[in-house]
Every structure is written in structure tokens, then in C-alpha cells.
T-cell receptor, first 114, second 110 residues
Framework: SAVISQKPSRDICQRGTSLTIQCQVD?????MFWYRQQPGQSLTLIAT?????????ESGFVIDKFPISRPNLTFSTLTVSNMSPEDSSIYLC???????????FGPGTRLTVL | SQQGEEDPQALSIQEGENATMNCSYK?????LQWYRQNSGRGLVHLIL?????REKHSGRLRVTLDTSKKSSSLLITASRAADTASYFC??????????FGTGTRLLVSP
């Protein structure tokens, strides 16, 4: 399986600021996704990161709040904009498009907003 | 997509016992995947079962899928303290977008 890294692994941010999370894969992948896991909850898909075009957002998530870039087949960023305490979550990237259909996750970024 | 349900929400057993977790979902799926998460860290992929499969094994793991009942189960045999984690099922309903279940917290005591 692909090796996926995320930076930062955790951060504590002030209300109203923005944080950009990076996801790096050690091989080219066709599909990349971003998920959010709120405290004590399960995971929810934010968007599909499309290489060379705008991300596809799920219901309840908008580009102004969660802009996503994917400049190539190994890298993507998620920005959490104008943060509030409700944005405190673990943010995870994942990669798919494997021949077997499996999807693998990065180690996650734990974000706390004060 | 509506989130799947898992039960039990929490399970506490002794080492050596078996642990069974159940997952129910609401729509047609391409496959169902099980993941483990330790202490709020990243997800570890455990096993994938396709919609045309009924049972799959991997080491101490056994997964079943009943598409007529829209349900799956994960059995961990001869559990160990290191199996203590949260377990999630996730369904691929198309385009590889995963819909996660609510999760089961498993505690295995020595």
C-alpha cells in the first residue's frame, strides 16, 4: 500500500485564523480524499481532491471554508479557513484508485481551535 | 449519504475471547471495508469485502457480508490487549467515496 504522510500532525490555532494541511503520497494515485472526524465521532467525507481541477465537495462543505488543492498525483492540501472552535477535529487524507478498491488513510492532523 | 450503524457501541472482553462487531448500512454498495483506529490516530485498513462475496478471512479476522440484510460483521478471534481500539466499517457506494459507520470501541483486558 502507499505510504501517506500529513503535516502538521497536530496544531493549536486561534479563532479566525486559517491552517493548511498537507498530504503527501509516496506514489502516484488517481483518487485522493479529505475526511473530518469530530471529537468522539466517526469520519465524514469533506471532498474529493481532483488533480488539475476544482475539488468535489460533499453536502455541508463549501470551497470557501475548505479550499483544496491538488497540483499533481502525489500531493494535496486542505485549508481550514476562518476557524472556530467547532472546527476542532482530526482531518485525514486518504488515497484510493487501487486495483483492489482498498482505500488507505494518512495519520491525520489533530486540530484544536481556541 | 446516511451514516451506517454499528453495534455494540462499546465492547469489553478478556484476552483470548472472541469479539464480534456488527455493521448495518442503507444503500447498495460496491464493497465494504473495515478499519481500526488507535487513540484517535490514523486509520489502519483491515479488510475489504466485495458486494459479491459473503465471507473473507485475514489472520484472526473474519468478515461476513449479507447484502440482502445490508449488514456485515467483523469477528476477531483470540483477542489480545493490542486489539484495543475503535473499529469502523465503511461502505463504498460509488466513486470510492466511503460512508463510515458509527464505530465500536473495543477494550481487551489482560
Amino acid at each position: 500500500s502507499a505510504v501517506i504522510s500529513q503535516k502538521p500532525s497536530r496544531d493549536i490555532c486561534q479563532r479566525g485564523t486559517s491552517l493548511t494541511i498537507q498530504c503527501q503520497v509516496d506514489s502516484q494515485v488517481t483518487m485522493m480524499f479529505w475526511y473530518r472526524q469530530q471529537p468522539g465521532q466517526s469520519l465524514t467525507l469533506i471532498a474529493t481532491a481532483n488533480q488539475g481541477s476544482e475539488a468535489t465537495y460533499e453536502s455541508g462543505f463549501v470551497i470557501d471554508k475548505f479550499p483544496i488543492s491538488r497540483p499533481n498525483l502525489t500531493f494535496s492540501t486542505l485549508t481550514v479557513s476562518n476557524m472556530s472552535p467547532e472546527d476542532s477535529s482530526i482531518y485525514l487524507c486518504s488515497v484510493g484508485g487501487t486495483p483492489t478498491g482498498e482505500q488507505f488513510f494518512g495519520p491525520g492532523t489533530r486540530l484544536t481551535v481556541l | 449519504s446516511q451514516q451506517g450503524e454499528e453495534d455494540p457501541q462499546a465492547l469489553s472482553i478478556q484476552e483470548g475471547e472472541n469479539a464480534t462487531m456488527n455493521c448495518s448500512y442503507k444503500t447498495s454498495i460496491n464493497n465494504l471495508q473495515w478499519y481500526r483506529q488507535n487513540s484517535g490516530r490514523g486509520l489502519v485498513h483491515l479488510i475489504l469485502i466485495r458486494s459479491n462475496e459473503r465471507e473473507k478471512h485475514s489472520g484472526r479476522l473474519r468478515v461476513t457480508l449479507d447484502t440482502s440484510k445490508k449488514s456485515s460483521s467483523l469477528l476477531i478471534t483470540a483477542s489480545r490487549a493490542a486489539d484495543t481500539a475503535s473499529y469502523f466499517c465503511a461502505t463504498d457506494e460509488g466513486f470510492q467515496k466511503l460512508v463510515f459507520g458509527t464505530g465500536t470501541r473495543l477494550l481487551v483486558s489482560p
